[in-house]
């Protein structure tokens, strides 16, 4: 689906690692990589972590949600947006998705406010930005923080300023699919330097910034390697050319996927979408039928993946009923997402949208 693309220095800079032996959580690279990676971004500051779940839990303790608040989330995201929420002992209270771009909405956020809404989790769905002028206009006069989950669009940008610096804090992921990885691991972006420090002290057992092994917070063990984050900076330095590929395998896919009851992937004016993933819904006579093209497709030795199941109707989250959010439903049910990497070549995107035309115009056939 989005193997991981390692033509840098890599190597180099892990065996920079190895040979210093500076392997575990202390080390240069910790360094290089915060700081290259808020230059990126456009913050003031970057802390590495664990992984992108581990990043959204830091940004929640450490901004002193718990018990008793909410905190909206799009029901159309990976559930560790949610999960992230029960961690802190707060309640995740879920928002459809807009129609055209499958994102949280404004509208959406408003209806779900109540007297104990504390924050906002914004998800760029697949690298599709969010529309986040107006809910943050929203969050600040109600103040509420809004928190990006930018994990899967590192390279995004809205309105000419990137993922990870449109909100108050935003988390982002390093799993070996994403855009640039780390093997796992996690990255928090703020500007708020109290907060960063606060998410520092909590990643690392709640340990005194000043005082060794002195521990005045529970706290807990989030941090990156120094190997991880030397990984993470030789991705770094590609960045410019992953997003300028990804972009263009989504150019490609819209000019070979010829098929009129595809729907692709839409870019928002003023805004870059990054395609994390290259994301299309069926439609038409075989829009109920997504699941046998999925199946035909991985039988020819093309892997996919479908959308994410909608939050609230996973067997958790079912015991306290929400919605009903149609949008999302229909959205999650329609979605595939097609081969993605950084790797693949004009040809095995011939061949992908090839085999994606012809079985779906076999299935129409079948389908009426």
Known sequence: MSEPNLCGNEEKYVLDCLRSTWISSRGEYIHKFEEAFAEYVGTQHAVTTSNGTTALHLILQASGIGPGDEVIVPTLTYVACANTVIYVGADPVFVDCGPVYWNLTAEGVKEAITPRTRAVMAVHLYGSPVDMGPIRELCRSRGLLLIEDAAEALGSE??????????????????????????????????????????????????SASRSYWHDLVGFNYRMTNIQAAIGLAQLENISNFVRLKRENAERYQSYLLDLDILHSTEMPATVHSYWMYSILLKGSI?????????????????????????????????????????????????????????????????????????????????G
Not at 171 to 194: L, P, Q, R
């Open 158 to 207: 809205y309105r000419g300023v990137k993922a990870g610096n449109l909100g108050d804090v935003a988390a982002f992921s390093f799993f070996g699919n994403k855009t640039i990885t780390t093997g796992e691991g996690g990255m928090v972006t703020t500007d708020d330097g109290d907060l960063a420090d606060r998410i520092r002290r909590f990643k690392n057992q709640g340990q």
């Open 287 to 367: 829009s109920n039928h997504r699941d046998e093209l999925v199946d035909i497709l991985k039988s020819k030795g093309v892997e996919t993946r479908n959308f994410f199941y909608p939050i609230h109707t996973l067997p958790m989250y079912t015991e306290k009923p929400s919605g009903p959010f149609p949008v999302a439903e229909d959205v999650a049910a329609r979605g595939i997402n097609l081969p993605s990497s950084t790797a693949l070549t004009d040809s095995d995107i011939q061949y992908v949208s090839k085999l994606v035309n012809e079985t779906m115009g076999d299935m129409r056939l079948k389908h």
